[in-house]
C-alpha cells in the first residue's frame, strides 16, 4: 500500500511539469528586466565618460597645435592675424576634431567686456559658407556659465545650445603668465551621445532576451530531466513489490533524489527570497504611480482656477507652503503625524480656522507645522477650499514621488547586495591599511542614527595596520553597526573597540539590543536567512561579512543573550595573503 501511495504521489508531481516551467519563466522575466536595466546604465555611464575624456584630451591638446606664441601674439589692442592663417589654423584644428570624433575645438578670451574668438576650428565647406567664429569676432549668446568660468577659473562640463547647434562642452580655462585668462571649449554634438545612449540600450536589451531565451531552454531542459527522472523512479517502485534486490537499488534511487530536491529547495528558497524582496519595493512604485495619476488631474484642473483667484501676497505663501513640502524631507511615522496634526488641529479650532483638521494634516504633510502663523491668511481665505484641495494634490503627488524614489533605491540596494555576494570587489588592491580608520568611516555613515539615541563608547588601542582591503573591512563594519542599531531601536549603549589578541588584530562590537535566540545563531551566516520583519532585510549582509573575513583568512565570533545584547567579535591577520583575481600583479 505505502508503495502504491508513492507511485501515486510521483504520478501527481509529473503533472506539475509545466507548472515548474511557469513559475521558473516568470522568475527569470523578472531577473532579466533588472540585469538588463542594471547593464543598460552602466553602459550609458560609459558612454558619457568615454566623450568627456575625449573632451577634455581635445582640450588640453590644443594649445600644442598652435604655431608657438600665437596665443601670445593674438592678445592686445593690435592683435591680428591675417584671414589665410587662421583659415589654415581652422582646418587644421578641424582635421583634428574630425579624428577625435568631436565637432569643435575652440579658444575664446575677453575683450573690452565681450567674450570674442581667437580661433575656432571650421571645415572647408564651413569657411566657404561663412559659418564659423572669425578671429575676435564677439561670440553671440555667451552662457552664463562661461563668464563664470573667466571668473573663477574651474574648468567645468555643460549642455548648452547655439547658433551651431546643441552640444556637450568641457571648458577648461588656461591663464597665461601676464594673467590674461582665455577658455579652451571642445564640443561633441548632443544627437551623437544620444545614438550611442540609444545603441547601448538596444545592446542591453539584445543581451537580456539572449540571456532570457538561454534561461528558458535550460528550465525546459532542467524540467524535461526532472519529468524522465520520476518516471523511471515510479516504474522502478512497481517492480520493487516483486524483487527485495530491485527494492534496494530504488532505495538508492530515492537517496539520490532527496539530494537532488534538497538543491532544488536551496534554489527555490533564494530565487523566491529575492522576488519577495522586489516585489514590495514594486508593489510600492505600482501604487504611488497609480495615485500620482489621479491627483496630477485634480491639480491640473485645479491649479489655473486657483492662481487666478490668488492676489499677489496668497499666490506668494502658496509658493512657499509647496516649495517647503519640496524641500523638506519626510521624517515622521503614521503615529507622529496623527500627533502633531490632533494637536495642530485644536489650536487651528481655537482661532477658527473652517475644517481644521483637515487644514491641519495638510501642513503637516508639508512639514509646515512650525510655521502655523505664516500661513494662516492662506487657511482663513475665502478660497481656503479651493487652496487646500489643490495644496492636498500637490502633497499627494510628492509623498507618491518619494514613494517612488524610495522603492527605486531599495531595489537597487537588494541587485547590489546579490552582486556583492556573488562576486566580491576583485579591483582593489591589498595595502596596509589602519583599522580605525575604516570603523570611523563606517561609524560616520550611521552618525546621525547614533545621535538620536545610542550612546556610543569607543576605544581605540594603537596597533600595527593589517594588510586587507579598505572597502571591504569598512563594508563589514557597515553591515555589523547596522544590526546593532537595528536590534537597540537607536536606544542603547553601543561599544566599539580595536585591540592586539592572540597576534591578531581584534575588533570588537558590543550592543545592548534584543539579542539572538540560541536557535538563530547556527543560521546568521546562511545566505538569505534574516530575523528581520518583512521588507527590512535580504538576509545577505551577514554572509557577506562572514566571506569578506574568510577572505583576508580571519574569523568571527558571535556571543547573543536574549534581552541583554549581542557581542561580534572580528579576528584578522596583520599579513594575510589573501587571493585578488583579476587584480594587476605587483612591479
Known sequence: MRLKFLSVK?????????????????????????????????????????????LVAAANALPYMLPAGYLEQTIGDQASVSPATYQGLARSVSAYVDKAGLSYLYVFVQRRGEVVYLLDSASDAEISNDNYGHFLEPYKGVPVLLRQIFADGEPRFAEYSDKFGSFRTYFMPVTRADGVRLIVGADINISTLH????????????????????????????????????????????????????????????????????????LGQLVGNVAHELNSPIGAVKSSGETIAQELGEALLGLPQLLEMLDAHALNLFVQLVGQGLSTAPTLNA???????????????????????????????????????????????????????????????????RNINTAVAKVSRIVFSLQTFSSLDRSAFLMQIPLQQTVQQALQTYSSLIQQGIELVCDFADIAPVHAVAEDLTQ??????????????????????????????????????????????????????????????????????????????????????????TTVRVYLAYSAQVPRPGAMPEA
Open 476 to 565: 563589514v563594519w557597515s553591515h555589523l553597526l547596522f544590526n546593532a542599531l537595528q536590534s537597540m531601536k537607536n536606544n542603547g549603549t553601543l561599544r566599539v573597540s580595536i585591540s592586539d589578541a592572540e597576534g591578531m588584530a581584534l575588533v570588537t562590537l558590543s550592543d545592548t539590543g534584543n539579542g539572538i535566540a540560541p536557535e538563530h545563531l547556527a543560521k546568521i551566516f546562511a545566505p538569505f536567512f534574516t530575523t528581520s520583519t518583512s521588507g527590512e532585510g535580504s538576509g545577505l549582509g551577514l554572509a557577506i561579512v562572514k566571506k569578506i573575513i574568510d577572505m583576508h583568512q580571519g574569523r568571527i565570533e558571535v556571543q547573543s543573550e536574549v534581552g541583554v545584547g
Open 195 to 266: 545614438e550611442m545612449v540609444q545603441e547601448a540600450w538596444v545592446s542591453s536589451l539584445s543581451i537580456g532576451l539572449l540571456v532570457f531565451g538561454c534561461s528558458l531552454l535550460l528550465t525546459w531542459w532542467l524540467a524535461e530531466k526532472r519529468a524522465k527522472v520520476l518516471y523511471r523512479a515510479n516504474i522502478a517502485l512497481e517492480a520493487a513489490r516483486k524483487n527485495a534486490e530491485s527494492a534496494l537499488q530504488e532505495l538508492k534511487i530515492t537517496q539520490q533524489q532527496l539530494i537532488e530536491s534538497e538543491k532544488m529547495a536551496t
Open 335 to 401: 503615529r507622529d503625524e496623527r500627533t502633531q496634526t490632533r494637536s495642530l488641529a485644536s489650536e487651528l479650532n481655537a482661532i477658527g480656522v473652517p475644517d481644521a483638521e483637515a487644514r491641519a494634516r495638510l501642513l503637516v504633510r508639508f512639514g509646515a507645522q512650525a510655521r502655523m502663523q505664516d500661513y494662516l491668511p492662506l487657511l482663513q481665505h475665502p478660497q481656503s477650499e479651493a487652496i487646500a484641495r489643490t495644496a492636498t494634490s500637490l502633497a499627494i503627488i510628492i509623498h507618491g514621488s
Open 10 to 54: 510521483l504520478l501527481a508531481r509529473l503533472r506539475s511539469v509545466w507548472e515548474i516551467v511557469l513559475v521558473f519563466a516568470v522568475i527569470n522575466l523578472v531577473a532579466t528586466s533588472a540585469y538588463v536595466f542594471f547593464i543598460y546604465q552602466l553602459k550609458q555611464q560609459e558612454v558619457y565618460k568615454t566623450f568627456d575624456a575625449r
